[in-house]
């Protein structure tokens, strides 16, 4: 159908239009990788990815999507960004290996670093929490896990353990949140046993690749970010921007999804037009003069930004 070079980058050229159209422009990094492929449009595909700043494994995932969505609908069709999980690979649903189920609408999902600040946030109603709590000493993060437990009984806030899923297990945490490395590091036996607690499992992505990784296993949700620029961790992928997490739900639509990265009150709403059912906040509660004001108010934003899509 296609077979110049000519024509590959002019395929490449009309995505790259197509792209700054939906979803803005994109800074292009320095150098492409190499093309190997003879299918001119994986070849255009991940050219365009490229020049568009897409890291090169999320440009290798994106130049099969736009090789299998063309062979399917039979056009190839530049402003018709890829976003059908068939294309992507991924597995239908419904699927029997999933992790116990979370709520579709997470709420506002707090990220604190103690459980001093579990338990305040659970007293202030924020519904979803999660107690990244950094140590290397193993008794000291057990202490803290099963003191972030105890300070969620008798409220309705769900308490997420960030990267240590053992000891979440054994204090009787409601789930656990790994991000990639944390999740390659698991063996088969180690996400089976995980899986068997019936704890709850959310796993960080940061593009395309990651997405499909965190897919694979079939988790109770998947975050998506850094949506915005954000100084707490150092991203090898640029900030995702409103309109490519909007893609990226359409993409992950079976499972729960949380937005996380830079958001703030007044980015709420641009976020919850994405149709993401929860958005994590570190900052914009634990850097805030009055933390339990911050929590009304982003809970509010929340409830008028649902209802408004609704």
């Not at 656990?176 to 996400?191: I, R």
Request: glycine content about 8%; hydrophobic content about 45%.
């Amino acid at each position: 159908m296609f077979s110049t070079d000519a024509t590959v980058h002019a395929m490449a050229e009309a995505i790259v239009e197509a792209h700054t159209a939906t979803f803005g422009k994109a800074d292009a990094p320095e150098g492409h990788p190499e093309f190997t492929s003879d299918d001119p449009v994986y070849r255009a595909a991940r050219q365009a990815c490229a020049a568009l700043g897409f890291i090169p494994i999320d440009a290798e995932c994106l130049g099969r999507a736009w090789q299998a969505q063309t062979a399917r609908t039979g056009k190839f069709e530049a402003g018709h960004w890829p976003d059908a999980p068939a294309d992507f690979g991924l597995r239908p649903w419904p699927r029997t290996d999933t992790f116990a189920p979370c709520p579709r609408r997470l709420g506002l999902y707090a990220v604190l670093p103690d459980a001093t600040w579990v338990a305040r946030m659970a007293r202030a109603g924020v519904p979803t929490l999660q107690l990244r709590f950094k140590s290397s000493d193993a008794d000291a993060v057990r202490r803290e896990i099963e003191a972030a437990v105890a300070n969620v009984q008798g409220t309705p806030s769900l308490l997420f353990v960030n990267d240590h899923w053992q000891a979440a297990i054994d204090a009787g945490a409601y789930g656990v949140h790994l991000g990639q490395e944390d999740l390659d590091a698991l063996t088969p036996a180690e996400l089976a046993t995980l899986r068997k607690a019936g704890l709850r499992l959310g796993v960080s992505t940061h593009g395309y690749a990651e997405m499909l990784r965190a897919d694979a296993c079939s988790p109770s949700y998947i975050a998506m970010g850094a949506v915005f620029p954000t100084t707490l961790k150092k991203m090898a992928t640029a900030p995702q921007g409103t309109a490519r997490l909007k893609a990226y739900a359409r993409l992950l639509h079976n499972h729960a999804l949380v937005a996380i990265g830079g958001i703030d009150a007044e980015r709420m709403p641009a976020v919850l037009e994405s149709g993401v059912g929860s958005v994590a906040v570190v900052r914009a509660l634990t850097a805030a003069g009055d933390p339990e004001a911050a929590a009304r108010d982003l809970q509010a934003r929340m409830r008028l930004g649902q209802a408004g899509i609704e």
